[in-house]
């Protein structure tokens, strides 16, 4: 009987720890799964990045959207507004009573 039993696991390891064992087959599949992953996400990538050629190829307002925004590039005849820090918008009657308050004269 153990003679059975040592044959049996003698023509099982090769179909589980082998070169072409079921470890290795699950492994090799794990490794397809992240690299199907890693191409879907390059794929949608360059969809966006062929998509954004085309239409610098095809139309100028794309090249006008870039020059406005990475540029600061403004049109002939147009008045640029830049709006800097973060200021609260307050009626005039009220920072003129905060100053009041605080004992800043007005002019």
């Not at 099982?12 to 992953?37: A, S």
């Not at 969809?47 to 870039?66: F, I, N, S």
Request: glycine share 8%; aromatic share 6%.
């Amino acid at each position: 009987m153990l003679l059975l039993i040592s044959l049996l696991l003698l023509l099982q390891y090769p179909m589980w720890l082998g070169k072409g064992g079921w470890l290795k087959v699950w492994d090799l599949d794990r490794h397809v799964d992240e690299q199907k992953y890693i191409n879907r996400k390059t794929q949608a990538r360059n969809a966006v990045l062929d998509a954004e050629v085309r239409d610098l190829k095809q139309g100028t307002g794309a090249v006008e959207e870039r020059a406005r925004s990475e540029l600061g590039m403004v049109k002939r005849d147009e008045i640029f507004f830049q709006i800097a820090g973060n200021h609260s918008l307050l009626p005039a009657s009220a920072t003129l009573d905060s100053k009041a308050a605080s004992g800043v004269p007005l002019k």
